[in-house]
C-alpha cells in the first residue's frame, strides 16, 4: 500500500527553528507538496519539490530526498502565526495525491 | 480569500434530512474536487470534476452526491447521513487536472458537517 508518515504534534519555541518531516512509500513519484492549515482554515499551498535538494523560499524551506522517500519542511525564526497544521503530500505515477494526516505545530512563546 | 468559497461553514443534520453543500471558485481553474477531512486522518479525495465532466469517484457512499454546473461551481448534495459522516468537508480547485498536474490545490474554508 502507500503510505505517508508525519509526527502527529511538536512543540516549538517562538524564535527557534524546527524541522517537520516526511517519508513516503508510494507507487511511482512525480512530486511532494507542503500545505499549510491554520485550525478552522483552508489548507494553503507552501511549496512542491520534484528534484532533490533544499528549495527556499523566505523563512520556509522544503527538502526532497528521492532516494531515500524523504522530505523534511524547515522554519526559521518561529512566529507564533506559524501554529497550524502541515500536511504533505505526495503525487504518485498515476498522478493521485497521497496525502499525510499531518503535523500539529504548536509554538510557545 | 483564498478565491474559494464554501457555504455554509457549519452545518447540523439529522440522519433522515437532505441538504447541500455549495463550492464556489472566482480562480478561472477547471479541476474541482471535493474532500472529507477527518481528525488525525489524511485528507480523502471524494470526487474529482476536470471540465465540468466527472472524472474519479472514490468509492463514496451514494447517500453522497455531487453536481457540477460549470467550471465555478460545485455542489455535494448529502441525504440518509450515517454519524460517521460528521467531518470537514473541504472543496478544492486547480488547474487543469490533467497536463497542470504540478498545479498546487486550492481550498475552501470548508464545511464543519455534524450530523446527529
Known amino acids: 500500500g502507500q503510505n505517508i508518515d508525519q509526527p502527529t504534534e511538536m512543540t516549538a519555541t517562538e524564535g527557534a527553528i524546527v524541522q517537520i518531516n516526511c517519508t513516503y512509500q508510494t507507487s511511482g513519484f512525480n512530486g511532494l507538496f507542503w500545505y499549510q492549515q491554520h485550525a478552522g482554515e483552508a489548507p494553503t499551498f507552501l511549496s512542491y519539490?520534484?528534484l532533490d535538494g533544499l528549495e527556499e523560499k523566505g523563512r520556509f524551506s522544503s527538502f526532497l530526498s528521492r532516494s531515500k522517500g524523504y522530505s523534511y519542511l524547515l522554519l526559521k525564526e518561529l512566529q507564533m502565526k506559524d501554529s497550524a497544521s502541515y500536511l504533505c503530500a505526495v503525487l504518485d505515477s498515476n498522478y493521485q495525491l497521497i496525502w499525510g494526516a499531518g503535523t500539529k505545530l504548536i509554538i510557545k512563546p | 480569500e483564498t478565491g474559494v468559497t464554501q457555504t455554509p461553514r457549519h452545518l447540523v443534520m439529522g440522519m433522515t434530512n437532505k441538504k447541500s453543500l455549495k463550492c464556489e471558485q472566482h480562480l478561472g481553474h477547471n479541476a474541482m474536487y471535493w474532500y472529507k477531512q477527518s481528525a488525525k486522518k489524511p485528507l480523502e479525495l471524494m470526487f474529482v470534476?476536470?471540465?465540468?465532466?466527472?472524472?474519479e469517484n472514490n468509492s463514496v457512499p451514494s447517500r453522497f452526491s455531487p453536481e457540477c454546473p460549470n467550471s465555478s461551481h460545485l455542489f455535494l448534495h448529502l441525504h440518509t447521513l450515517q454519524p460517521e459522516d460528521s467531518a470537514l468537508y473541504l472543496c478544492?480547485?486547480?488547474?487543469?487536472?490533467?497536463?497542470?498536474?504540478?498545479?498546487?490545490?486550492?481550498f475552501g474554508n470548508g464545511t464543519r458537517l455534524t450530523v446527529t
Open positions: 470534476y476536470n471540465f465540468k465532466e466527472q472524472t
Open positions: 519539490n520534484v
Open positions: 478544492a480547485s486547480s488547474q487543469d487536472r490533467d497536463r497542470e498536474w504540478s498545479s498546487p490545490l486550492h
